[in-house]
């Protein structure tokens, strides 16, 4: 039986500070420490429940992140 692959660290940077900044200073910032998605969503999208790893997500109201997660 082959063992299970190890995912890719990713960037130590919680998501609870990109919460209240404009959507492209968030983004820029995500990319700058390291996360290699970044996906802005507005509210009630729907999106897939796998977990990415790499990924931060944003939740966008008028231009300004308004909730952020990982995965």
Do not use: H, K
């Not at 969503?41 to 990982?70: H, K, Y």
Request: with cysteine.
């Amino acid at each position: 039986m082959s063992s299970l692959p190890t995912p890719p660290a990713q960037p130590d940077d919680p998501p609870e500070p990109y919460v209240g900044l404009d959507a492209e200073t968030a983004e820029r910032r995500a990319v700058a420490r390291g996360w290699t998605t970044v996906r802005a969503v507005a509210p009630g999208t729907f999106l897939t429940m796998e977990f990415r790893s790499g990924r931060i997500n944003f939740q966008v109201e008028d231009s300004t992140v308004t909730r952020c997660w990982i995965g």
